[in-house]
């Protein structure tokens, strides 16, 4: 069976920096796309970052410069590191995999077959 464990969310003020991990169970992570989604408040679900298999990452414009996403195969694990925090980042941080995503889906939350619960991620102004 299948877990995506996420941890780290928390409160934050505005310029401040939160790490979040997902450890997974279940799936070997080097055959899989990793990604990081979040969910605010009325808002449809938006992807954040994505590891892809090969080694590549992308982000979404907002959290360019400032959000990470990095991967240990062997630990079965990914982390999104998150500087600067803005009000705006405020949501709850999905991790998801997806062991046939391709370029074209990857940022597409309906392409990935695992979720974790999610963490709440607060950063007040």
């Known amino acids: 069976q299948v877990q995506l464990v996420e941890s780290g969310g928390g409160l934050v003020q505005a310029g401040g920096s939160l790490r979040l991990s997902c450890v997974a169970s279940?799936?070997?992570?080097?055959?899989?796309?990793m990604a990081w989604f979040r969910q605010a408040p009325g808002k449809e679900r938006e992807y954040v970052a994505v590891?892809?298999?090969?080694?590549?990452?992308r982000y979404t414009d907002s959290v360019k410069g400032r959000f990470t996403i990095s991967r240990n195969n062997a630990a079965n694990t990914v982390v999104l590191e998150m500087n600067n925090l803005i009000p705006e980042d405020t949501a709850v941080y999905y991790c998801?995999?997806?062991?046939?995503?391709?370029?074209?889906?990857?940022?597409?939350?309906?392409?990935?077959?695992?979720w974790g619960q999610g963490t709440q991620v607060t950063v007040s102004s």
């Open positions: 998801a995999a997806g062991e046939r995503i391709i370029i074209t889906t990857m940022t597409r939350a309906d392409f990935y077959d695992y």
């Open positions: 279940g799936l070997t992570l080097r055959r899989n796309t």
């Open positions: 590891s892809r298999n090969g080694g590549a990452t």
